[in-house]
């Protein structure tokens, strides 16, 4: 396809931004040959036109595919130019959190400025032995590929680190470093590796500054080659250091520092072995504080000089040299603040008021008077004399700070020197990876000497870069027989030239040095004189001439010439220095030593120290050009990377801020260019930079193949399809095993696929819709059909309902308008009548007022006229009266006066008498009367006055009474009124109490409810208590099980540290020993290391370092050995208290656990009492029918021994009958009872029959007419001859049996060849169908397969034989007593009548001493090593496991340890365990194979729980039978060795899993995550990954059904050898944590994997090993359990991940990973085809934010290595130790059974 019809509509592209350099944009119109502006729209949507340029015509370059952004290669992106480029890093970068790339070759690394979590241990492990191409790129992809390749190629290595400041070099190189020395060797003390990693920290504290750029900038480059053995373990180091910036000592920029180490000294200045340096605050002098920024953000200098001392300590330098170089360092410092007073205009003198000077005198101990002459002196020499000449105050000063300079380039070189010494090995390497940390490219404003020499170092590294990459793709090219075409690169050999050639310009720099008058301009005038204009790289600029231009590889540089002439002398005062020679201070005259010799070229002189020879010669040997220096170091470093393989790591600075994360596109575009990532991406494009295998490029595009175009050939079917799709060949090239691409073609395969994909997806939605919209409409349709029918039936219905409703509402009507009518008329007459009512009775009412008022009125009239005439009545009657009043008075007044008169005269008198003594005489009877009236009335006045009295009397009485009761009664008013009061105070009170009373009802009824409410929580939280308890009584079992396993995990840890302690220590020993035997012949070997023997020493020194310093001579080095063997003794002891701590806190644990296990037995026990009694009561009844069977047999012996006579033993006779019935009875109570029954009823038979051929015999010799020959009944009497017949019969149906079955097996047989030979002829036809390859391939699987089933079935028959073996040994056992017993009875055949009585208890006797094993095997002690040898060393776990019982060893030794135990023989138990335990480990460490380990791990269980069953514990022996409990050990308690025996399990345990791991580690990230379970989700990611060469020969692809047959391999094998089911449940449950561990650290570190498919095959493949698990039976072993991460994490990846619901739900749904490992997850996510969309950075953001609280580990890998505590529950043998039989086979004829 051309490229011009890639430019379409909707394609994009990148344009040129100023701000971004780059930007994307989408053009809405096709392009067309001619167009002079592409119409483009802008990511914001805004239209732009983008203007050609009509000559050149040159288009923006294409956008790849979303698909292929983010790639881990830049060279698999389909258009590969910087945008591409940038736009890949920045996604990664930004967006991922990927700060590794590669770029063919190249590991891009960008400095993220943030710790992350990648460089941890387990990221380490994780990418040991991998491939690069298979991992993620990072830095240890690139270490591990080095040291695989020093492994398989025996070439030397380099890793070349490069960037400018702050890009992260130093970082980068310490990682790689940290990498060798983790892979490279175990971790001990004192080694090598930790001796690399220590001179880190003292190379950044005297070498590294913070700058503006960086806070710990390596100020010199350094090239650290890393020595190995034979065995790829560092033996040793050597550093070589180049440029070291001297003039950072006494200066610095604004913002930065000097070197860490000044500041370090002045943070310990109180320290009190500081004091004597005088040292104070970096503010008081001015080599520390022109940058005025003594501190960096996060760094504590005291912190960092307490590690620099231990670095020191570490790489042997003694406190006495650390204080030495300490005292120069101060001194340097305090010669900084040396004062130079100006004397005169040529002179100066020193003003030492603050006596710095002194003090530098007194730390460097030289003489003050000299050291001050000399500082403002110079020595001048001419042919005939010396003169002392004065200097200005200007030079003085400049004297002094080249002084303070070389003293710290000496040290700087002195510590080196130290580092190389410590770092050094008396053995030669056999080979070494150099590790390269040297300055990027570097451009300022103002450049000078020192970006001048960068530069040229970088020009000479950029070259070998462009060749070795040139000579890679030459071989690749070659490789795949492909026709190699010469791609054009840049060549900077000119540019290299114009330096270092003659008359380059460092030639002209040196010739310039020497000159009496040189000077930078001279310089600078020859430069142009001899290079302007005839060098295409050299350019004068226009506005100087001062200066000059050099046209770099990377960009245009101009230089400065200002100090050039300067810097390259680097002259320093001859006789300052020889002041400082004559110093008293050892260390500093040291420093100077090698001024006083010639040097040669070594670690330091790269460094830019000049070298000064004789002492005559010493000043010109040190005017040495630094310039020349630098370039003969830069040649042996380029030497030294040309003998080497060299791997690029590019270091990338993105942002000048710091700034964690954040990209700028100027400077990263600035550094791609400079550090050649670009010119890789050019010279990959200009030639085929996408490649594909065959069969990935297939199963990416056979959706663009058609039916016809699909050939069994992978090759033919792609070469066809490419010609059908791309027309132009040269677009592609096919090669042996891969198809070459140009650039763009792979985007124009995506687009046609994704064409395709679309058209294919558009069709399926068309039908899909087309469906959809179809089922909707007959659902409408058959809806509205039936909404119509029920709408018509309903408007009928309603029409109907109207109908009737309207004739029910016309009667209605009727009637209501009747109604209204009626109740209107009566409503009318009723107000009718009611108005007239009312009418009437208002007239009425009026009416009836007025006769009211009218009658009021006459009343009224009336009461005042009758009033007015009473009153009038009144007065007159009044008056009337007065006057009759009046008129009486007179008239009475006059008679009285005349009757007066008439009285006093007698005639009054009589008149008055006449008839008076009428009257007298009625007067006297009257009187008498009355007298008689009064004597009745005077007693009854007497009886009254009696009566009177006593009533008086009682009323006196009751006078008194009521007296007293008024007194009382006052007395009771007073108190009523009181109590008045008090009623009133109470009734009062009683209010009160009655308002308390309501208000205490109210507070009752509160309290009820209170109550009621706390009845309500009291109720709720005695459930939440029960809940509660439940739930801790649930839980606390659980707390302290797993308390229990953390102390058994740490416990296990130690014995495994322990374990590691002892074979280091063995292995020591036995070097040591070694060492010493041939000591004498090492010191004769020459030390070209040319004979066998040395090379044997050698190997046995590079096994650690504290060996290697056992063969150096020095007295020192041999205490060394003796301090670490003090260590690893004192190590052990430490260890040793802490298991011992450890056990006893496991033991007491262990007792709760058995405690509380007691107490739920007893519970259980009290209910199941009742049981227990009942079979109690039953056991008795048994013992006593035994008994009473017993006593019947005995008294059945004595009447047999009794009656052997003739005339008792006849066959008719009664006691014969008798003796039948007891023997029938006997017969059939014996066979329920047990084995010892069983041999007194054979005994019994064997009797009978004696008598009954004793009673023949006699009937012979009695009768003898009778014949010879019996019949067969008479014969059959005694069962002899029936019972033979019967057992030929049984055995002859036996034969016939076994005949018809071998026939059927052979015809099954027969059968299932001949269904094999079809299936292989059907295999064959199918296979010649397939090309070569394939048909191997086919074959192999096939014959793999059928070997794996025939082992499957082999071992299902090996089981059904054992279990059949076990069944015949039974059978065997019982007939063998059986023969035995009746051996005894022919004995007694045999024997005479007189003695048959005494034999027969002596066969009784016997009998019982043959049954009765006491379990014990009795063996002399010179067997003992005979024994151990046979029964362990030379043991072979197949045969004891398929032929003998399970656990056999165990109990051999067990019952060897028994009879010891019996014998009291301590010595021997002691020997005997120790021995044994001491045997199995030496055959663990020679033969560490699985089958090996596995069987022994069950011996060794076995053993320990024979220790525990025996050893009469009760808590043991209540699971032994009677007679097992009578074998227990009686003299020894053995509990200490049970601890030892379950120390040694657990060791064997482990390295079992470690045996298991090693076998699966290879198999589980291919059979999980790279091979394609489910045929046709998958495919293939579409980035033509150009993969790295494999380190080594790819193997066979691993399936899920290799690694499900190597788990059933280990089950069975297990299980076979008679390992406990709950040691096995936690072996599975091991492996099954492996892996999962291993496939999430895969997939986490594998950005390729993460995809929607890969989780789908996750799913599957994790279903496959649970379906195991069920069909093992092995549910409950916890294994489903450790695979629950595995499974989150392919749920995540298949899970949708928008919107913030689904956020939610990956925080509730994934709860066994950490949150590292989510967000890992989800920015590694990559989609496989464009359909899919990557995980957007918000939503990375919200997971995170809901995931903030979660309070976990911070590690992103799991721990592949962690091994689960092991447990050995105690599981006792049901075998009785008498009954054991040791075979013939094992040769242990030595051993007796007691």
């Known amino acids: 396809m051309a490229a011009l019809e890639l430019y379409s509509k909707f394609a994009r592209v990148w344009i040129p931004d100023t701000t971004e350099v780059w930007r994307s944009a989408e053009l809405t119109k096709d392009y067309r040959l001619g167009d002079t502006v592409l119409h483009l729209q802008l990511e914001d949507e805004t239209d732009f036109e983008y203007k050609l340029d009509p000559k050149s015509v040159v288009l923006p370059p294409l956008r790849n595919p979303d698909i292929l952004v983010g790639e881990n290669d830049l060279t698999a992106l389909s258009y590969l130019h910087e945008p591409a480029v940038l736009h890949n890093l920045r996604v990664r970068f930004t967006d991922s959190k990927l700060i590794y790339t590669y770029c063919g070759i190249i590991l891009v690394a960008i400095n993220p400025y943030e710790s992350l979590p990648i460089y941890g241990s387990d990221i380490i492990n994780a990418y040991s032995g991998q491939n690069m191409g298979d991992m993620d ?67 950044e504290a005297i070498g590294n500054a913070k700058t503006t750029r960086n806070d710990n900038s390596s100020r010199f480059g350094k090239y650290i080659e890393i020595g190995f053995d034979r065995k790829h373990h560092i033996i040793g180091a050597n550093m070589r250091t180049y440029l070291l910036e001297k003039s950072r000592v006494v200066f610095q920029a604004s913002g930065e520092r000097n070197y860490h180490i000044f500041y370090q000294l002045c943070a310990c200045a109180h320290l009190p072995e500081f004091e004597p340096l005088k040292l104070g605050s970096t503010d008081d002098f001015p080599y520390t504080n022109q940058g005025r920024s003594p501190i960096i953000e996060g760094v504590n200098d005291l912190k960092e000089m307490e590690a620099t001392r231990k670095a020191f300590s570490l790489l042997g330098i003694t406190e006495v040299h650390q204080m030495g170089l300490f005292q120069i360092l101060s001194a340097i410092l305090h010669l900084g603040n040396v004062e130079v007073k100006e004397r005169g205009s040529s002179s100066c003198g020193i003003s030492d008021e603050g006596g710095h000077l002194a003090v530098f005198c007194d730390l ?58 410590a770092l050094s090995t008396s053995s030669k390497p056999d080979s070494f990876i150099g590790v390269l940390d040297i300055y990027g490219f570097e451009t300022f404003e103002v450049n000078s000497f020192e970006q001048f020499c960068i530069n040229y170092a970088n020009e000479k590294l950029q070259q070998q870069f462009n060749m070795h990459v040139f000579k890679l793709e030459q071989e690749e090219y070659m490789k795949e027989q492909i026709p190699w075409t010469l791609i054009d690169f840049y060549d900077n050999q000119p ?159 993105p942002n000048d801020v710091k700034a964690p994360f954040m990209l700028d596109p100027h400077r990263a575009v600035q550094q791609l260019r400079a550090c050649g990532v670009l010119e890789t991406i050019r010279i990959s494009s200009a030639g085929f930079p996408s490649r594909w295998t065959y069969q990935e490029f297939f199963s990416r595009y056979r959706v663009l193949m058609r039916q016809k175009e699909f050939l069994s050939d992978r090759k033919l079917t792609c070469q066809s399809v490419l010609e059908r799709l791309v027309q132009n060949k040269d677009k592609y090239q096919f090669g042996k095993t891969k198809i070459f691409f140009r650039a763009g073609q792979v985007a124009f395969l995506e687009k ?74 009566l409503r009318q007459r009723t107000a009718a009548v009611l108005i007239q009512r009312l009418l009437r009775g208002y007239t009425a009412r009026l009416e009836y007022k007025r006769l009211v008022c009218e009658r009021k009125a006459l009343l009224i009239q009336r009461w005042v006229r009758g009033f007015l005439a009473r009153w009038r009545f009144r007065r007159i009657k009044r008056a009337v009266v007065y006057l009759q009043c009046c008129a009486r008075r007179m008239l009475a007044r006059r008679e009285l006066k005349k009757l007066k008169i008439e009285a006093r005269s007698v005639e009054h008198y009589k008149k008055l008498n006449v008839g008076m003594e009428n009257k007298i005489m009625q007067l006297q009877r009257k009187l008498d009367e009355q007298h008689k009236e009064n004597r009745e009335l005077s007693e009854q006045t007497r009886q009254l006055e009696s009566q009177s009295a006593t009533e008086l009397e009682k009323l006196h009485m009751q006078l008194k009474t009521l007296q007293e009761v008024e007194v009382e009664s006052r007395h009771r008013g007073d108190l009523v009124t009181s109590l008045q009061e008090e009623l009133e105070l109470v009734r009062r009170e009683l209010e009160k109490s009655k308002e308390m009373v309501a208000e205490l009802n109210e507070k009752n009824t509160l309290l009820k409810s209170e109550k009621d409410e706390m009845n309500r929580l009291i109720q709720e939280q ?61 010191n ?43 260590k690893l003794q004192r190590r052990v002891a430490e260890l040793e208290k802490d298991k011992i ?138 069962g002899e001859l029936w019972m033979a017949y019967e057992s030929l019969k049984e055995t002859n149906r036996i034969l016939v049996s076994q005949l018809q079955t071998q026939g059927q097996t052979h015809e099954k047989e027969v059968e299932g060849l001949r269904a094999e030979l079809d299936q292989q002829q059907q295999m064959l036809s199918n296979s010649l169908e397939l090309p070569h390859d394939a048909r191997i391939q086919a074959s192999l699987q096939h014959e793999i397969s059928r070997l794996t089933q025939q082992n499957m079935d082999l071992l299902e028959q090996m089981g059904k034989q054992d279990k059949m073996i076990h069944k015949l040994k039974k059978h065997l056992k019982t007939y063998m007593k059986k023969f035995g017993e009746a051996e005894a009875g022919v004995d007694i055949e045999q024997s005479s009548p007189e003695n048959m009585v005494g034999e027969s208890g002596h066969t009784v006797s016997i009998v019982r001493k043959e049954r009765d094993f006491q379990g014990m095997l009795e063996y002399r002690r010179e067997d003992e090593s005979k024994l151990f040898k046979i029964l362990i060393t030379e043991l072979k776990p197949r045969g004891v496991a398929v032929n003998l019982v399970t656990g056999l060893p165990a109990y051999i030794l067990f019952m060897c340890l028994r009879h010891a135990d019996y014998a009291n023989d301590d010595q021997r138990v002691s020997t005997l365990l120790n021995s044994s335990i001491n045997t199995i480990k030496n055959v663990l460490k020679k033969r560490g194979d699985f089958e090996t380990i596995s069987f022994w791990l069950a011996n060794t269980c076995r053993f320990l729980h024979c220790l525990r069953q025996y050893s009469g514990e009760e808590a043991y022996a209540k699971h032994n039978t009677p007679r097992q409990n009578e074998h227990c050990l009686t003299n020894f308690d053995l509990s200490e060795y049970r601890q030892v025996l379950s120390d040694l399990a657990i060791q064997i345990y482990q390295q079992l899993i470690r045996v298991i ?124 359990e450790s695979l629950e991460p595995l499974i989150q994490a392919a749920q995540l990846l298949q899970i949708k991940k928008k919107s913030q619901d689904d956020a939610e739900a990956i925080c509730t749904m994934c709860t066994a990973l950490t949150t590292e490992q989510i967000v890992k997850i989800l920015r590694l996510y990559t989609p496989v085809n464009e359909f899919e969309e990557r995980v957007s950075i918000s939503f990375i953001k919200s997971v995170q934010t809901l995931l903030k609280d979660r309070k976990e580990s911070s590690q992103l890998l799991m721990d592949a290595k962690i091994i689960f505590p092991v447990t050995f529950p105690f599981n006792p043998s049901p075998v009785s130790l008498e009954t054991i039989q040791i075979p013939s086979s094992l040769n242990l004829n030595f051993l007796t059974r007691v």
Request: hydrophobic fraction near 35%; include cysteine.
């Open 1557 to 1680: 791991e090693n076998l699966l580690h290879p198999n589980i990230a291919p059979a999980m995550l790279e091979q394609e379970t489910i045929q046709g989700v998958m495919g293939v990611k579409p980035t033509g990954m150009r993969k790295r060469t494999p380190s080594f020969n790819e193997e066979g692809s691993h399936s899920l059904e290799s690694i499900l047959k190597q788990l059933d391999v280990f089950f069975y094998t297990l299980l076979q050898h008679g390992n406990d089911t709950e040691v096995v449940r936690q072996v599975i449950k091991q492996q099954f944590y492996v892996i999962c561990s291993v496939t999430l650290n895969n997939l986490l570190l594998r950005k390729d994997m993460c995809s929607w498919s890969k989780g789908l095959q996750i799913r599957y493949n994790v279903c496959q090993l649970e379906e195991w698990l069920l069909d093992k039976d092995l549910q409950g072993s916890g294994a489903c």
């Open 752 to 825: 046609l696929r994704a064409d395709k994909l679309r058209a294919a997806c558009i069709n399926i939605q068309k039908t899909i819709r087309c469906w959809l919209a179809r089922k909707k409409y007959l659902r409408f349709r058959q809806a509205t059909i039936t909404l119509q029918k029920y709408t018509k039936g309903h408007q009928a219905r309603c029409l109907c309902k109207t109908l009737r409703r309207t004739r029910a509402a016309v009667i209605f009507q009727k009637y209501t308008r009747m109604w209204a009518a009626r109740r209107q008329f």
């Open 1141 to 1278: 701590d450890l056990q006893s806190e496991m033991d007491s644990k262990e007792e709760q656990l058995e405690l509380e296990q007691t107490k739920e037995l007893e519970d259980r026990q009290r209910v199941l009492g009742a049981e227990r009694d009942y079979e109690a009561l039953k056991r008795q009844e048994l013992e006593s029918d035994n008994k009473k069977l017993k006593k019947d047999l005995q008294e059945l012996r004595q009447s047999l021994s009794k009656g052997l006579g003739s005339k008792l033993a006849s066959p008719g006779g009664q006691t014969y009958k008798v003796l039948l019935e007891q023997l029938n009875s006997t017969t059939e109570e014996l066979e329920m009872r047990k084995e010892e029954v069983l041999i007194l009823q054979s005994q019994l038979v064997n009797h009978e029959g004696f008598k009954h051929k004793e009673t023949g015999t006699e009937g012979e010799s009695g009768d003898s007419s009778r014949s010879p020959t019996l019949g067969l009944h008479e014969l059959n009497e005694d």
């Open 137 to 203: 790129p990072h830095i240890f992809a690139v270490s591990e590929e080095a040291y695989k390749q020093m492994a398989r190629d025996e070439k030397n290595q380099s890793i070349i680190v490069s960037g400018e400041s702050g890009a992260g070099k130093t970082v980068s190189a310490k990682y790689a470093m940290r990498y060798f020395a983790t892979v490279s060797g175990s971790s001990a003390e004192a080694r090598v590796e930790e001796k690399v990693l220590a001179s880190n920290p003292i190379m």
């Open 495 to 653: 540019c290299i030239n114009l330096i270092e050639a003659k008359m380059g310009l460092l030639d002209l720099l040196d010739e310039e040095c020497t000159m009496p008058k040189g000077s930078d301009d001279s310089w600078a005038q020859k430069l142009y004189n001899t290079h302007l204009k005839k060098s295409s790289h050299f350019e004068k600029p226009r506005m100087s001439n001062k200066a000059f231009i050099i046209l770099h590889f990377a960009d245009k540089v101009e230089y400065q010439c200002d100090g050039f002439l300067e810097k390259n002398k680097d002259t320093v005062n001859e006789e300052q220095i020889n002041v400082l020679k004559t110093s008293k201070f050892a260390l500093l005259v040291e420093l100077f030593q090698d001024e006083e010799t010639p040097a040669a070229l070594s670690s330091t002189a790269p460094s830019g120290r000049a070298k000064v020879g004789r002492s005559t010669q010493s000043f010109r040997e040190h005017k040495k050009s630094v310039g020349l220096q630098f370039r003969n170091s830069l040649h042996l470093l380029m030497d030294t990377l040309n003998a080497t393989t060299p791997h690029y790591v590019r270091c990338i600075k």
């Open 1022 to 1082: 005695e459930q939440q208590i029960k809940e509660k308890s439940e739930l801790i009584h649930q839980e606390a079992p659980e707390h302290l099980q797993a308390q229990l396993n953390e102390e058994r995990f740490r416990y296990q840890n130690l014995l495994t540290e322990h374990l590691k302690l002892e074979e280091r220590y063995a292995d020591l020993r036995s070097e040591k020993e070694a060492a010493e035997l041939s000591k004498h012949d090492h």
């Open 364 to 421: 460097t101990e030289v003489s003050y008077e000299s050291m001050a002459h000399w500082l403002c002196h110079k020595k001048l020499k001419t042919a005939t004399e010396t003169l002392n000449k004065p200097v200005t105050r200007l030079e003085a000063i400049n004297g002094r700070d080249a002084l303070a300079k070389h003293i710290y380039a000496k040290l700087f070189s002195w510590i080196v020197s130290q580092v190389n010494k």
């Open 1084 to 1126: 004769r070997a020459d030390s070209g290391y040319s004979s066998s023997q040395s090379e044997s020493i050698q190997s046995s020194v590079l096994t650690g370092s504290e060996v290697s310093s056992y063969f150096s001579k020095s007295t020192g080095q041999m205490a060394a050995d003796v301090s670490l063997l003090l």
